[in-house]
């Protein structure tokens, strides 16, 4: 199913409509020196035109329009008619005409912003002539879902076709565990075959005790020509078998989903994570390491768990799931774990982080670490080296590599092509939307952040992909008026690169949503008090009141105040220094309140990372200019996972909130952490904040670009709660109440695992079909990522 744009006829309709009135607005913009117009100099102007907001219609339309380019006496836009759907126009305010513009012919228009003029020739990225067969979501509300239409895409045409279901016949005779061989065995050659076996082993399976075990009717079943596999009760038995009747008969969607989630075929997971120091513990906070450590450790104890479920209700009991997560082996690690070659995962009992170096051109190990928008070059090199240690580690393939991150994906694919294996695309965060105009001034940024690179490499990983996981439905397509962060690599261009005028495409089915959770063992409520450690809580407390060290600047005269609380990497994007400038700004609220910040390091000379360093002198500065020092606390200390958890709960027993102030946040699993402990959540607009957090009810969302507004949301809770306290505990209770309800981690690993099975039956199906994508990608990889790269 293709997806169908906006006709032209509607869109010339609109512009019609609003002529006069658009027309008049242009001829403003038109005379001005500005260029390059965003939604927000648009409504700045149309403010200034129409104060009263008569012109309603011409208000919505604009409201479309995400980019405008001006050159006199034309201007051409970008118009988002819809979520995913856009379409480019040109408007002469002289000839009073309007006119579409192929994608391409705007891009280009863009181009001359930096100085490269239209016409010639270009390089174009264009994935949409490989996927016009494949299925899409019907609509907007189902982005995100694209499990569920592929399920009716295959209960409705692909399962109707006689040779198709023979291919299903091959994808159930392939499975097996070293050796052995699972569902059927050669004494069945065809569907056929199959049908009228499966009659006769339901007929016998129905007179037996359904909860006697699978081994007393194994030689019965091996005779019809089944083997393990269906389950470790007659009864479940039946019940697949069962599953597999309806799939052949009904084809019901629900049904499908149903009996490939029971397939055993997932017992060896690779989770790909080069940058940053990936280690268990004393390492968050060092750069380029934070959620996605976290995140990973906590999938991976979630995977193994319900993959050994799984395998125990398939009668494979003595099958152990392997997972391993290949990261860089460091061998300046900081005092870290980060050199050694193998370190087993906590509360894991098949699982292990292995660690590959990265070498220089020849061949010696690069002992220093590297930030990831400087690793580009060392990916593929050790791509190659971890295929190698990653076949020994689980004495063959894996059935299943997940990357994260851009440089995750890009490793990933490459494993997963040369191994043939189902591959899975976790993001985390796209730089792409986190960097205004990163694409189009890319060689500005070349140096420190290298976006001309990661952006390719993000094209290649998304398109290659089986499946892509994102935490929200902002992550994939934005919402009436944001652009998605996937939905960002639709259309855009590098300057002297390439155009890409189609990257991606929001209603792909490869997309869904499975939001992650908090693990429970270490964040659980501040009230739950027989679970809480004396130990911790009397350390907690130091750590927020005790004296001054030289980690650690700022001691709070006012013990007793609530305390409004935030932690992350101190960076631009988590926008740390605008909390402690709204704070140290507003007489009222440091009244109210105190600030503790666990950021960064607090000695400049201690950070390794330029951008982390000039945080560091501004928040100097601001403890300085504001003389926060009574008032505010700094924290400067990387710590552990289970810390952090009484951490939250001390914060919450002075009545305090947590605060996420990020310009943008992909996902944010610190809001997920501190409402599980019950802590008051005030988080960034942009993002997954404002999926995850009901405006009122279970927290409030602040706008980081707005130091009024949010400094106003903070001062109205706390001027409140001074005179209801039960406005604090119903805010806390909600956001507890939140967590348990959407996200945690059993649930995301059942998904995961189905998904996993769901779309490597796909990928089996289809591995013909999508054999042109996966040339194209191989080519564009070959000629435009390696020279970007330096391979």
């Avoid at 291919?167 to 699972?182: A, C």
């Avoid at 060392?378 to 990653?390: D, G, I, N, P, T």
């Avoid at 027989?530 to 907690?540: I, M, N, P, T, Y």
Wanted: glycine share 8%; hydrophobic share 40%; with cysteine.
């Amino acid at each position: 199913m293709k997806r169908v744009h906006k006709p032209i006829g509607v869109l010339e309709a609109e512009v019609e409509a609003i002529k006069g009135a658009l027309f008049a607005l242009l001829r403003g913009i038109d005379s001005s020196e500005q260029r390059f117009w965003l939604p927000t100099d648009l409504h700045r102007e149309l403010d200034r035109i129409d104060p009263e907001a008569k012109e309603r219609p011409l208000r919505e339309f604009c409201g479309q329009i995400q980019e405008l380019i001006v050159y006199p006496p034309r201007c051409y836009a970008a118009i988002r008619t819809a979520i995913g759907e856009w379409s480019y126009a040109a408007f002469d305010v002289e000839a009073y005409q309007f006119i579409e513009l192929k994608r391409s012919a705007f891009l280009s228009f863009k181009e001359k912003l930096v100085g490269q003029e239209p016409g010639g020739w270009r390089l174009r990225f264009d994935s949409e002539p490989f996927n016009m067969d494949f299925p899409k979501v019907p609509s907007e509300r189902f982005i995100g879902s694209g499990i569920d239409s592929l399920n009716a895409h295959l209960a409705g045409d692909f399962f109707d076709r006689p040779q198709k279901m023979e291919k299903f016949f091959e994808f159930l005779s392939v499975h097996g565990f070293e050796g052995r061989p699972f569902l059927i065995n050669g004494r069945l050659n065809s569907m056929a075959e199959l049908k009228e076996a499966l009659v006769s082993a339901r007929a016998f399976l129905s007179k037996r005790p359904q909860n006697d075990p699978y081994e007393s009717v194994l030689y019965d079943l091996q005779s019809l020509g089944f083997e393990p596999g269906w389950g470790d009760t007659i009864g479940r038995t039946l019940e697949t078998m069962a599953l597999l009747g309806d799939v052949i008969k009904t084809r019901k969607p629900e049904a499908i989903e149903a009996f490939l989630s029971r397939v055993p075929m997932v017992f060896k997971v690779l989770i790909v994570s080069p940058h940053g120091f990936f280690a268990q513990s004393g390492v968050l906070g060092f750069p380029d390491t934070g959620g996605q450590v976290v995140y990973i450790l906590d999938q991976v104890r979630a995977l193994e768990k319900h993959i050994q479920k799984s395998l125990d209700q398939a009668g494979l009991t003595d099958i152990q799931p392997q997972i391993v997560v290949l990261t860089r082996q460091i061998p300046d690690s900081r005092g870290t774990t980060c050199h050694e070659r193998i370190e087993p995962i906590w509360g894991a009992e098949h699982a292990r982080i292995l660690r590959v170096p990265f070498r220089n051109g020849e061949g010696e190990v690069l002992s220093e670490w590297i930030s990831r928008f400087h690793i580009w070059g060392h990916l593929e090199s050790f791509a190659y080296e971890a295929e190698r240690e990653v076949l020994a580690e689980f004495g063959g393939r894996p059935d299943l590599i997940v990357g994260n991150y851009s440089d995750g994906n890009l490793v990933a694919t490459l494993l997963a092509q040369r191994l043939q294996v189902t591959q899975c695309a976790i993001a985390h965060a796209l730089e792409k939307t986190k960097y205004l105009f990163s694409d189009l001034y890319w060689r500005e940024n070349a140096e420190h952040y290298n976006f001309q690179t990661q952006f390719t490499a993000d094209l290649i990983g998304m398109n290659a992909a089986d499946f892509i996981i994102t935490s929200t439905y902002q992550e994939i397509a934005g919402g009436a008026e944001s652009i998605g962060q996937y939905e960002s690599y639709q259309t855009f261009t590098l300057p002297g690169l390439y155009q890409v005028v189609s990257g991606t495409d929001v209603y792909d089915t490869r997309f869904n949503i499975i939001s992650p959770g908090a693990n429970a063992e270490v964040f659980f409520p501040y009230s739950e008090s027989d679970r809480r450690l004396e130990g911790l809580k009397e350390e907690a407390n130091t750590l927020l009141f005790g004296e001054v060290c030289e980690s650690i600047r700022g001691q709070l005269a006012y013990p007793d105040r609530p305390i409004i609380f935030s932690m992350a990497r101190l960076d631009r994007i988590k926008n740390i220094t605008a909390l402690v400038e709204w704070f140290g700004a507003s007489d009222r609220l440091r009244n109210l309140a105190n600030l503790v910040i666990v950021a960064g390091h607090v000695d400049a000379e201690k950070s390794g990372d330029e951008e982390e360093r000039a945080q560091i002198a501004q928040m100097h500065e601001l403890f300085d200019r504001y003389r926060l020092d009574q008032n505010a606390r700094w924290i400067g200390q990387t710590l552990e996972k289970q810390f952090t958890g009484e951490l939250y709960r001390a914060v919450a027993d002075t009545r305090g909130v947590f605060v996420q102030p990020a310009l943008f946040e992909a996902f944010g699993l610190t809001v997920i952490e501190a409402m599980s402990t019950g802590l008051p959540t005030f988080a960034t607009c942009f993002g997954g904040p404002l999926e995850i957090i009901e405006e009122g009810i279970s927290g409030y969302h602040l706008d980081p670009t707005d130091s009024e507004q949010a400094t106003g949301v903070l001062l109205d809770f706390f001027e409140k709660q001074a005179k209801d306290p039960k406005i604090w505990n119903r805010l806390s209770q909600s956001a507890i109440a939140r967590v348990e309800e959407r996200y945690n981690w059993p649930h995301y690993a059942e998904r995961m695992l189905t998904l996993a099975k769901v779309y490597g039956f796909w990928k089996h199906v289809t591995n013909k079909d999508r054999e042109e994508m996966r040339r194209y990608l191989e080519m564009f990889y070959g000629l435009m990522y390696r020279p970007l790269a330096g391979c």
